[in-house]
């Protein structure tokens, strides 16, 4: 008999309705399907034209209350039970309701107060009433009181249906935002009018502006959210409110991304783009990871947690969903970036910057998510970065390599692959943890440079025993580059053919590797004391040369040796002497002045060692010898050059002064 009177239901509302398709539901087309509200006359209550009743709302919805806990609570559920009158008087009273609704603005069909509150309270009593009459058996009265209450109470969902998506988008609301897509952007003013009134919204906790910022919801348009999605939920409508939610929450991220100056680049975009429109991509791309990791992700997971506090694990899913979405789109930019060209050395930056906002990123997965996949999906692009990164910084090598100029860089100065490695070292070095990461991932598993590796290893534990021989990826192959730079160097010093010259563009790239070094902590740290000590002896020895190249023979002048015949000084090779001398001295004088040492410390040490051996000897010589002259003329003509003068002049030397040059040829 149960069996057969069940039968009778009109099955129409198993869950009070049937599911729309996730296009309707994502873009709210649709129509409440059989709701043709009369049309009220002239200053007619909407709610006269379908039920009146000697008792009030509260009255009324009292009576059912009762009615339902009686039912659920201790009446015989083997026999029908009997409907009472006010149980229509209800269902009637929630008809006009959704009645007057269907008549109002989109923006007010639910009035967002106590009538608010109270609409669904009776569509509480509905759900009830449905389910609670679903475990008797059915006669007529119970069968027509089921189906219409399934009715009204379909017809209500698809209200609070519409309700819901209409609080959520964003884009029907009056939201005034300024774009800026070189800065992080502030939106200036939005607000959402729900019952034709302005409702502020609270600066969420991040903001430091007097703007309204995302998700732009005032705090009573988050509560009115709640009790929408409460109620759907409980009458078993969640897939159509996960639906909604989920697409305009995309949709207002999606917004959320273009206010902040973030667009999709497809990879067409990517090969017809120079560099310093791609730099320009990349900073975009960073910027709104940062943004999301910082801002977007916490907010959008407080606003979850606000929509859905009754339902944690609907909210944690929910915010799962939609963070998913947005990481995989973010994927996909350095995904394509890494894929689509060959890139030079100095581009390794903007890859290292991808790499560490990789990292955060994952580091933000993991803490927001328990979205295993994505996490290792991030962290695969995050390894590919690596890997660019890797291949990118290994052009440097090929760089030095592959400079092979024989023209000698004038004056001896320091050579522009000494400074353009350097400098080049010095920044990468600010990325130490980074790249020692980044190359102890790519080469984990590489046996050979393993071995390598230990290789350097042992042999710093050789050159110093006060050092750990401990050596990482990366520091291998910097030590790879300053031997590679070394040996280049070597190589284009041999280009002068000026021995002298030589030793001083010797000194001159150096010292300038020397002090780079020294003022980068984290290379000193890598090359480690050892190194250093022995580029110092190589400076010295440099010094030592070039001394015995140029002064060697002016010294030699002022020899007090040989000048005696017969037990006489011979004037004929004292004038030779100073003649020589003069002669030496000046082509010295011609030639160096235009020389350039640019580091003012190995320029004055320079001067002074020349002065120690060269003064104090021409003094001596000129004070022994200079009597042999006779005073006049006939004496300035061999004896140019007072002590004073030769050390004025040679405070001339190494300043790189091409006017001096007068006529005389390059010596280079």
Sequence with gaps: MNKRLNSEKSGSFPRFGRRRSKRELETGSFKLKGLNPKVCGK???????????????????????????????????????????????????????????????ASAKLGFNEEYTSFFEAVSCLSKIVNTLDEFPFDSATTSCFNRAGSVHHRAMLLSEYQFLALLDISKRNCNVTVDSKTPKTPKQSFFNSNQETDRCVK???DS?????????????????????????????EEECFIVYSGLRLKALDFEFSNQGYENVNM????????ESLEGEIDNWIHIVKYCTTNLFSVERKLCNSVFPEHSLIAQKLFCDLATSLTIRLLNFPNAIV??????????????????????????????????????????????????????????????????????????????????TMN????????????????QQHYETEGSTRRKVQKQESKNAVEDNDRIPKTSHFSVKLMMVMDLLDAKIEMKSKFYRDPALRYIFLMNNGRYILQKIK?????????????????????????????????????????????????????????????????????????????????EQLKSELRVSISAVVIPAYRSFLGRFKPHFDSGKKAEKYIKYQPEDIEGLIDKLFEGNMTSMGRRRHNN
Aim: aromatic share 10%.
């Design 43 to 105: 200053n007619q209550n909407p709610v006269e034209l379908f039920w009146k009743s000697d008792l009030n709302h509260d009255q009324i919805l009292e009576k059912v209350v009762q009615f339902i806990e009686k039912l659920a609570s201790g009446q015989d559920k083997s026999k029908a039970p009997e409907i009472p009158n006010f149980v229509e008087s209800f269902l009637k009273m929630v008809e006009s309701r959704i009645a007057t609704y269907e008549q109002s603005e």
């Design 204 to 206: 969420p906790e991040y």
């Design 209 to 237: 502006g007097t703007g309204i910022v995302f998700p732009y919801f005032p705090p009573q348009s988050v509560a009115n959210m709640n009790q929408v999605a409460l109620a759907m939920i409980s009458a078993g409508y």
């Design 268 to 275: 067409e975009d990517f090969q017809s783009m120079d560099w």
């Design 339 to 420: 894929l689509i060209k060959q890139y030079s050395a100095e581009k390794l930056f903007k890859f290292l910057d991808i790499y560490e906002t990789l990292r955060d990123l994952t580091s933000s997965l993991d803490s927001e998510l328990s979205a295993l996949d994505l996490i290792s999906e991030t962290s695969e692009t995050q390894r590919r970065v690596g890997v660019a990164a890797v291949t990118i910084f290994c052009q440097l090598e090929n760089s030095i390599k592959s400079d092979n100029g024989r023209i000698p860089v004038a004056s001896g100065a320091v050579h522009p692959l000494t400074r353009y």
């Design 424 to 439: 080049y070292l010095k920044y990468a070095c600010e990325y130490k943890d980074t790249l020692e990461r980044v190359f």
């Design 519 to 599: 003022g980068s902590t984290d290379i000193d740290e890598i090359m480690g004391p050892s190194w250093s000590g022995k580029r110092t002896s190589d400076l010295r020895q440099y010094h030592k040369n070039y001394q015995r190249e140029t002064w060697r023979k002016v010294l030699q002048c002022l020899n007090h040796e040989g000048l005696q015949t017969n037990g006489k000084v011979s004037k004929a090779i004292l004038k030779g002497r100073f003649k020589n001398f003069n002669t030496l001295f000046d082509e010295i004088h011609k030639t160096q002045s235009i020389w350039m040492v640019s580091d």
